[in-house]
């Protein structure tokens, strides 16, 4: 995969060129592939922990406020 990022480029292309045209799934289609191939490359190989640091960080910090509000009556 030596070319990767020249696929890239020409996913984001096309998902400009789509987006442009005013086709909302082709856009779709195209982002996702680029996607897909960032993060096959070993720059976006760590993408997906990211991500899945970042929501436990705002699950861990949305849980104790969200089970306050489940008290009955509103009181805290």
Known sequence: MDNVGVLIMFA???TFICAK???????VAFSLLAL???ISTPAGS???GAV?????????STTPVLKKSETPGGAR
């Open 12 to 14: 984001l292309l096309g």
């Open 21 to 27: 045209a005013r086709v909302p799934g082709g856009a």
């Open 36 to 38: 897909v191939l960032f």
């Open 46 to 48: 760590g993408l997906p």
């Open 52 to 60: 899945a640091g970042l929501l436990d960080t705002v699950d861990q």
